[in-house]
């Protein structure tokens, strides 16, 4: 028997690194000797802390919001009486849990299962085969298989793999390069992040293999520094490979070399964009220039290199040990094999979801994610971050794959998936986009630089009621002009959240600005927290629980919430005995 | 740009950095072309921050213009060109802690600690900084201080928490003073 924690970053948010102390001291008090693994994320975020017991026989059981006294309960049932601890019990293979059950694994094909500080675990689930697979064949043997499994770029574009590796191939120059994007800038999407902490052999091998169809003797990973662990892990791993000749001079006896480096970010959105990646890697401020000449032809230091991200790398050891065939089997007629998204906001299990391409969003959101927290309705799922969209429950029956996901006007994005609810306010998340990419804007052009101000303002005074007749014309006008003028990705994608909560969500815009309202109750300047007086039974517990002590009040008489300085946190609806109910929003 | 600096060197002069902890950084990366960002970071992580007199000196050391030196520095978010306090609070602002309402969090903390966002409070404890999503949505709303993160908050928690640090500090304090 074997115990194995999930250590990757939210797993230790949420508190693991306490629950292996806990464990250890608890298993040396039992006088118990098993081995305690650690292991990635296996993407139940919403049950971090896990905690795996492994029978001998390979049987597995995962309990899950691990506790300190969850743990002694374990120890004493499961680990020394073999009785299931069945009230914490989140996974067994007897009782599958719903959010694994429907998902099917490739590029997270180790994560939560291995551990990612040891090669040997990798290895003995067939890492490095593809690698040693790979240097038996052609270059163009490689392309053509990647080809045939119709991998396309899981970074945003869904730019076929296959082409840019045989066109970086293809052109002229004695050195090329690999790149791999791990700069995830999409806030609200962890899914490379997470790849990188639970499996960096994956990414390692699937750029080894680039590397080798390619011509390219050098890799480097541009990862964000925000992501310290992952750094750390993939430096384990790359010192790990090299020891044993995976990676370096004369990998696997053969004469192909291949090195991979890593570089930080530092910080800045736009550094996802390639051409503005390049430039940062070459040490100067990470501003996207005119495409052509692409990085194919024209990359780092001038040389040809090919860009791809994490997640798409991830897959290329599968699709060349398991062939391209299997990998275009899964999936739908444009869009194969799976597809990683970082399951997150108003949904009961959020996490990291691997799901076959063509999937509807409807059973990613209920059949896995379990639906919408509290039982409240669903408005609306954004897809592709600051570049996507809004997506209404309408069309909640679009498969997931890049075409249908784009003719709703969002994008396919990274894999960020944020569902919102009816107390999410839609203009506020226009809003909450736009302030992100105006402040993330390099500044280049100026229809991106002071088009996404303009539009910011806009929208900033209808959250404020002070939307004028006309903001949604001037909006999707200068929606229109932004778009066009503006020279890479982020520009052009921009008005994306303005424009689909503004296609399927007129209406509220409409209420903020004729008649003053918010109909998600979410827009500070337009409501006001009150207390009923016939209500109000004097408990007090409103005002201590109000971050800022605006709620004065006494004995016998309804508390007053003080207006001025009341910050609309809505603590105190929230406090409020439910008998009494007696705070109002406006 | 000289006469900019120069002025606020005057009001730098008081903690004028160590140049010379720099040194074995500038040996490495003096050479490689490209390894601008790079010298910053471990500037940053050396000095905490990166004051003007050691921008100048780095654009001296490895042959860049002083300009193209501050052009990359206030580039990058990560870069902070103002010291920073003992405590720095991360509190997220992506997509899924915002809509589940980080932003009255930001309110709350900013009453409580009476500085904006990218501040440091006068007696160098807390700085106060957004950030777009530290990768544990589900635990949003989240915020991480000094590495740990905190989650899932309301105005409130945030608050006691940030309360709870303060009172640590008051008490190891006069502990010392005891002592
Ligand atoms: C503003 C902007 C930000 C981007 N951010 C990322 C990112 O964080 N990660 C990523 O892999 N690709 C990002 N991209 C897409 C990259 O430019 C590029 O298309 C991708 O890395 C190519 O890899 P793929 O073909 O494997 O998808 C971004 C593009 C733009 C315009
Ligand atoms: S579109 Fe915006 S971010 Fe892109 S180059 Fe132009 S100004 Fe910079
Ligand atoms: S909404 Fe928040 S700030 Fe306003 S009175 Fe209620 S608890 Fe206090
Ligand atoms: S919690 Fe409700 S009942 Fe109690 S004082 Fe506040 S408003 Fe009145
Ligand atoms: S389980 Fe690690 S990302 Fe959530
Ligand atoms: S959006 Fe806050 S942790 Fe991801």
């Given at each position: 028997m074997k115990i194995r924690i999930g250590l990757g970053s939210c797993g230790i948010a949420a508190g693991a690194l306490k629950v292996m102390e806990v464990l250890k001291t608890e298993l040396d008090s039992h006088n118990l000797k098993l081995e305690i693994q650690q292991t990635g994320c296996i993407g139940m975020c919403h049950n971090e802390p896990l905690l795996d017991i492994i029978e001998d026989n390979g049987q597995t059981f995962t309990y899950g919001k691990i506790t300190e006294k969850i743990i002694i309960a374990i120890i004493k049932q499961h680990v020394l009486e073999g009785k299931l601890v069945e009230k914490h019990l989140v996974n067994s293979c007897a009782n599958p849990n719903d959010f694994l059950a429907e998902q099917v694994r490739v590029a997270l094909r180790n994560c939560g299962i291995i551990d990612p500080e040891q090669i040997g675990h990798y290895i003995d689930r067939g890492g490095y085969e593809a690698l040693k697979k790979a240097i038996t064949m052609s270059s163009e043997g490689i392309i053509e298989e990647i080809k045939t499994s119709g991998l396309r770029g899981r970074g945003g574009a869904g730019f076929p793999t296959w082409f840019k590796w045989n066109a970086t191939r293809n052109n002229p120059g004695e050195i090329k390069h690999i790149v791999c994007n791990a700069d995830e800038g999409d806030p609200g999407a962890f899914m490379d992040r997470s790849v990188l902490e639970s499996d960096p052999h994956s990414v390692l091998e699937g750029m080894a293999i680039a590397g080798y169809a390619i011509g390219a003797a050098e890799g480097i990973i541009y990862c964000r520094a925000e992501y310290p662990l992952a750094i750390r892990r993939l430096e384990i791993a790359i010192k790990q490979a090299k020891e044993k000749g995976l990676l370096g001079s004369n990998i696997l006896g053969s004469p192909f070399a291949f090195d991979i480096r890593i570089k930080q970010g530092a910080g800045a959105f736009v550094c996802g964009e390639e051409t503005a990646l390049i430039a940062s890697l070459e040490g100067e401020r990470g501003m996207p220039r005119l495409k052509p000449p692409f990085p194919a032809q024209?990359?780092?230091?001038?040389e040809p290199t090919n860009i791809n991200n994490v997640e798409t790398f991830a897959n290329v050891p599968w699709i060349i040990a398991e062939g391209g065939k299997a990998f275009a089997a899964m999936g739908s007629q444009t869009s194969k094999g799976t597809k990683v998204f970082a399951l997150a906001g108003k949904i009961n299990r959020g996490g990291l979801v691997e799901v076959p391409m063509g999937l509807s969003l409807k059973d990613v959101i209920y059949k896995i994610g379990g639906g919408i927290k509290e039982n409240r309705n669903f408005k609306a799922v954004q897809l592709g971050g600051p570049s996507g969209g809004c997506i209404p429950a309408a069309l909640l029956d679009t498969p997931v794959e890049y075409e249908s996901i784009t003719a709703t006007g969002a994008i396919m994005g990274s894999g960020g998936m944020v569902v919102m609810d009816e107390t999410t306010c839609m203009v506020d998340v226009a809003r909450f986009f736009l302030d992100f990419t105006q402040k993330e804007s390099c500044g280049k052009c100026v229809q991106c630089r002071i088009g996404t101000k303009r539009m910011l303002e806009i929208l900033e005074r209808i959250c404020n009621g002070e939307g004028q007749p006309g903001d949604i014309e001037l909006l999707h006008e200068i929606a229109l002009k932004v778009g066009e003028g503006s020279l890479c990705g982020l520009g052009q994608s921009a008005p994306n959240p303005v424009l689909t909560t503004i296609r399927y969500f007129q209406e509220e815009y409409e209420a903020h600005i004729n008649e003053k309202k918010c109909p998600a109750m979410q827009c500070k300047a337009l409501i006001t927290y009150r207390i009923d007086p016939d209500k109000c039974k004097s408990c007090s517990i409103c005002a201590k629980k109000c971050p800022v002590n605006c709620i004065k009040g006494e004995k016998k008489k309804p508390y007053v919430i003080d207006q001025n300085e009341c910050i609309k946190c809505g603590n105190c609806m929230e406090v409020c005995p439910t008998k009494f109910n007696a705070v109002i929003v406006e | 740009m000289l006469c900019k600096c120069e002025k606020e060197d005057q009001n730098q002069a008081a903690d004028s950095p160590d140049l010379s902890m720099l040194d074995e950084v500038l040996d490495e990366y003096r050479s490689q072309a490209g390894s601008l960002v790079t010298v910053l970071q471990k500037a940053q992580d050396l000095y905490g921050y990166l004051p003007l007199t050691i921008l100048r000196h780095i654009a001296e050391e490895m042959n860049i213009k002083p300009a193209q030196v501050y052009g990359v520095a206030t580039f990058y978010?990560?870069?902070?060109l103002t010291p920073v306090g003992k405590y720095i609070i991360h509190l997220c602002q992506g997509t899924a802690c915002h809509v589940n309402s980080s932003e009255p969090i930001e309110t709350a903390l900013i009453q409580e600690l009476k500085i904006k966002p990218g501040e440091t409070t006068p007696d160098k404890l807390f700085t106060l900084t957004n950030v777009a999503c530290l990768g544990c949505c589900s635990l949003a709303p989240v915020m991480m201080i000094n590495g740990q993160a905190y989650g899932p908050l309301n105005p409130n928690k945030a608050v006691s928490i940030v309360k709870d640090f303060y009172a640590g500090e008051q008490q190891a304090s006069e502990g010392g003073e005891n002592a």
């Open positions: 024209s990359g780092y230091w001038g | 978010t990560q870069f902070r």
